[in-house]
C-alpha cells in the first residue's frame, strides 16, 4: 500500500481534503505476530505472520506491505531509533471470512464482505538485550463512525491511481528482551470473523486468543494507532469522536471485559474502530503485550420500507426495495376486492386496474432463519392526473415586465399547491405562487429567447413540469416632442420621432391634426391641448409620449413682473412663455451684471435661488433670445421684482 509521509506531503495532503470529498477506506483491522521455531548461538529464528482485514473487491491499489522492525522495545529512550530491518511480503492466502455468530434471526444480516490476507515469513534476528519492535504502517481504515476524519488522523491511499484521504493506520508487536525471555511466541487470535451486529439487537461476542507457550493472557481495550514514519519517537492514538473512547469505541452501550467478551446493544449504526491489548503473563509476571485491530460493523437489520410510488402518467407502479436478494417475498399491492393483485418477485411491476391511493404491504421472509417482517408503503396512481400550462400577459420586448399565470389542471381530485417559476437563461427562481411577474435583463441578437419553466406539484404528490420559449423583441420608444406655446393661428408641424424604424404612429385625439396617422402631422388649433403619441410595431411592442401645447396672443414673449419665491405654491417660479418661438432662451442677472440663472426649457423657470440659497429681495434683469418660426431672431429685455 502506497502513502505519504505526513510532514513531508503536507501540502498534497492539505489538497487533497479540499478537493476530493470521499474519504478514502479499505481496511478493517489487522494484527502482526510471531512464532519462535529455533536458536542456534545468539541467532533466533522467528514465524512472522501479518494479517489485515481488507473489503472484498476494493478498487485500491494494493502493495506489498513493508514490516519495519526497530531494534528496540522502548522508542522513548532513543530519539532517532533505527530501523534495524524492512521486510516486504508477497502472496497472501486470501480468506473470505464469515459472520460472527449471532443467536437471533432478522431480515437484513449486513452484506458486508470481508476478506483476510495473511502473510507469512521466517526471519532470523540475533540476541538483543533491548528486544525488538515490529510494525506496519499504511492507510486507510473504513471504520469512520467512531474516528475523527482529519489531518491527524490523515494519511492517503491510491483508488485507480488517484490519491484519496482516508484515516491512517499503524499495528504493531513486540519481541521482548531476549535477557528476560529467551523464547516467547504471540498468541494468536483463534476466531478470525466478521464482527458484527444489530442496531438495537443485544449482541454478545468474545476474542479468542491461543498462546503456545501457555502464558496467561489479560484482554484490554486500548486505542488504535495513527500512521508513523522512521523519525517518530513513539506511537501516537488516533483521535476519538465526542462520545467515544478506547474504553467505549461503539459508545456507552457496549462494553468489553478481561475475558474479551464484547457485549451490549448497540444505539447506532456505523463502522466502528477499535483495537486491543493482549498482556501475557508467564508465572504471575508481564513479559510482553501483543496488539489486534479490528472493525465492529453495526448494522440496521429491520425490514427497510420501500420508496412510495407516486405515478401521475399511467397506471403501471414499478416497485424497488433494498432488502436483502437472498429474503423471500411476498408483496399485497392493496386493490380492494382483489385477491390476484400479489407477486412473489423481489422488484415487482404491476398494472393498477383503477386510479386511486394504494397501501402496499410487503413481507419478507429469512429462509436460512426462518422470521418474518411486513412493512407497508403507498403506491398513489393518478395518470394524466396533472397537465401543466401557463401563459402570460404584457409586452414580450426588452425591458418591460412579463406576469406569467398558471394554468395547469388536475384531475382526480389532485389539486395543485406547489409551484416553482424559473428562468433557464440564468437559471435562477423566480417565484413560488400560481403567478409571478418578471423582468428579464436581455442582450445581443433580437428576437431573444426566454425559457421559462414552471413546476406544479398536488396535493397528491404528482409533479410535472413545462418548458416555454418567449421571444423577446427589440423595444420602441416614443417622443412626441417638446411642450410648445403658440400664437393664435399658427400652423405648427408635430416632431413626432422613434428609436425603432417599421413602427406606426398614431396619435391622439385627433383634434387640429391632419393626419392622425402619420409621423409629423400639422397642428391647426386654437386651444390648449396635449397630445399622445402611441408608437408601435408588428412583434406588439408600444410605447407612449405626450406633447402640451398652449396658444397666447403672439408671436411675443411673455416673461413677468414680479414674483414671490416663498414656497407657498403661489407665483414661486419664475416662468417665460416664448410664443410663435421655435427656440428661446431665457437668463437671468444681478444688479451686478451677473448671470445668476439660464434656460432653454419653457417648463423650467427660475425659483429665485443661486446655488440653492434664496438670493435677497430686489429687482433682476431677464433677457429672452429666440428666433421666431421664420428663422428671425427676437431678443426682448426687462426686469423683474423678487419678493421674498
Same mark, same amino acid.
Given at each position: ?9 503536507? &501540502? ?79 502472496? =497472501? ?41 515490529? !510494525? ?21 491511499? !491510491? ?7 482516508? $484515516? ?14 529467551? $523464547?516467547?511466541?504471540? =498468541? ?10 444489530? #442496531? ?35 506511537? +501516537?492514538?488516533?483521535? +476519538? ?29 456505523? %463502522? ?12 504471575? *509476571? ?17 425490514? #427497510? ?22 429474503? @423471500?417475498?411476498?408483496?399485497? +399491492?392493496?386493490?380492494? *376486492? ?18 386511486? /391511493? &394504494?397501501?402496499?404491504?410487503? @413481507? ?12 407497508? /408503503? ?57 403567478? *409571478?411577474? !418578471? ?12 425559457? *421559462? ?6 396535493? @397528491? ?24 406655446? @403658440?400664437?393664435?393661428? $399658427?400652423?405648427?408641424?408635430? $416632431? ?14 385627433? &383634434?387640429?391634426?391632419?393626419?392622425? %396617422? ?20 408588428? /412583434? ?7 406633447? #402640451? ?5 403672439? =408671436? ?20 417665460? %412663455? =416664448? ?17 445668476? &440663472? ?10 429665485? #435661488? ?35
Amino acid at each position: 500500500m502506497r502513502f505519504f509521509h505526513p510532514v513531508r506531503h503536507i &501540502f498534497l495532503t492539505l489538497f487533497l481534503f479540499t478537493q476530493i470529498s470521499v474519504w478514502g477506506g479499505q481496511f478493517m483491522g489487522g494484527e502482526i505476530s510471531y512464532r519462535f521455531i529455533n536458536r542456534s548461538g545468539n541467532e533466533f529464528t522467528y514465524e512472522l505472520t501479518f494479517k489485515i482485514y481488507r473489503e472484498c473487491f476494493n478498487p485500491a491499489d494494493l502493495d506489498d506491505p513493508i514490516i519495519r522492525l526497530i531494534n528496540s522495545t522502548d522508542l522513548t529512550r532513543n530519539i532517532h531509533p533505527i530501523i534495524y530491518r524492512e521486510i516486504t511480503l508477497n502472496s =497472501p492466502v486470501i480468506t473470505y471470512l464469515p459472520y460472527s455468530y449471532k443467536d437471533y434471526c432478522v431480515i437484513n444480516d449486513p452484506p458486508h464482505c470481508i476478506e483476510l490476507l495473511t502473510y507469512t515469513t521466517q526471519i532470523g534476528l540475533p540476541f538483543s538485550p533491548e528486544g525488538y519492535t515490529f !510494525y506496519y504502517t499504511g492507510c486507510c481504515r473504513n471504520g469512520l463512525t467512531n474516528l475523527v476524519s482529519d489531518a491527524g488522523n490523515g494519511g492517503a491511499e !491510491y483508488v485507480n491511481t488517484i490519491p484519496v484521504p482516508g $484515516q491512517a493506520l499503524t499495528y504493531v508487536t513486540y519481541i521482548p528482551s531476549h535477557d528476560s525471555i529467551m $523464547q516467547n511466541s504471540n =498468541p494468536v487470535s483463534v476466531n478470525d470473523s466478521i464482527v458484527y451486529a444489530c #442496531k438495537g439487537k443485544p449482541f454478545t461476542y468474545q476474542f479468542r486468543f491461543f498462546d503456545a507457550d501457555g502464558d496467561s493472557l489479560v484482554i484490554k481495550p486500548t486505542s488504535s494507532l495513527m500512521k508513523v514514519n522512521a523519525a517518530t519517537t513513539n506511537f +501516537f492514538s488516533l483521535f +476519538f469522536k465526542t462520545g467515544y473512547s478506547s474504553n467505549s469505541p461503539m459508545g456507552s452501550t457496549i462494553t468489553i471485559n478481561e475475558e474479551g467478551v464484547l457485549s451490549g446493544t448497540p444505539g447506532i449504526e456505523g %463502522f466502528f474502530a477499535m483495537a486491543l491489548i493482549i498482556e501475557e503473563y508467564r508465572n504471575g *509476571v508481564l513479559i510482553n503485550k501483543s496488539r489486534k485491530d479490528y472493525q465492529v460493523n453495526i448494522a440496521t437489520c429491520e425490514i #427497510k420500507k420501500p420508496p412510495e410510488i407516486i405515478n401521475c402518467d399511467d397506471n403501471i407502479a414499478t416497485f424497488f426495495q433494498s432488502n436483502n436478494a437472498t429474503n @423471500l417475498y411476498h408483496w399485497d +399491492f392493496g386493490v380492494p *376486492v382483489i385477491n390476484s393483485d400479489t407477486s412473489n418477485d423481489m422488484q415487482p411491476i404491476y398494472l393498477y386496474p383503477q386510479n386511486g /391511493t &394504494f397501501q402496499v404491504k410487503l @413481507l419478507a421472509t429469512n429462509p436460512s432463519g426462518g422470521c418474518k417482517d411486513s412493512v407497508f /408503503t403507498t403506491a398513489k396512481i393518478y395518470p394524466d392526473g396533472l397537465q401543466v400550462d401557463f401563459d402570460w400577459n404584457g409586452q414580450t420586448c426588452a425591458g418591460h415586465p412579463l406576469t406569467f399565470v398558471d394554468r395547469t389542471t388536475s384531475t382526480a381530485g389532485a389539486v395543485a399547491q406547489n409551484w416553482t417559476w424559473h428562468i433557464l437563461n440564468n437559471n435562477t427562481t423566480i417565484g413560488n405562487t400560481p403567478s *409571478v411577474t !418578471y423582468t428579464h435583463a436581455v442582450s445581443g441578437t433580437m428576437p431573444y429567447p426566454l425559457a *421559462v419553466r414552471l413546476v406544479v406539484q398536488t396535493d @397528491l404528490w404528482c409533479k410535472d413540469s413545462l418548458v416555454k420559449d418567449i421571444l423577446i423583441y427589440e423595444n420602441v420608444y416614443a417622443d412626441a416632442g417638446p411642450d410648445r406655446i @403658440l400664437p393664435f393661428g $399658427q400652423v405648427y408641424q408635430m $416632431q413626432g420621432n422613434s428609436t425603432a424604424s417599421g413602427v406606426n404612429y398614431i396619435w391622439s385625439p385627433s &383634434f387640429g391634426l391632419s393626419d392622425p %396617422f402619420i409621423r409629423h402631422p400639422e397642428v391647426r388649433a386654437d386651444r390648449d391641448i396635449e397630445y399622445i403619441l402611441e408608437v408601435n410595431n408588428e /412583434t406588439g411592442c408600444f410605447d407612449r409620449d405626450t406633447v #402640451k401645447f398652449r396658444y397666447m396672443k403672439g =408671436p411675443d414673449i411673455y416673461v413677468a413682473t414680479a414674483f414671490t419665491p416663498n414656497n407657498d405654491g403661489i407665483n414661486d417660479i419664475l416662468n417665460f %412663455f =416664448p410664443v410663435g418661438m421655435g427656440f428661446a432662451r431665457l437668463s437671468i442677472y444681478n444688479r451686478w451684471g451677473q448671470m445668476i &440663472f439660464s434656460t432653454t426649457d419653457i417648463n423650467k423657470g427660475w425659483d429665485g #435661488k443661486v446655488k440653492g440659497v434664496l438670493q435677497d429681495t430686489g429687482v433682476y434683469t431677464w433677457m429672452v433670445k429666440a428666433k421666431n418660426y421664420e428663422g428671425n431672431a427676437v431678443i426682448r429685455k426687462g426686469t423683474v421684482l423678487l419678493i421674498r
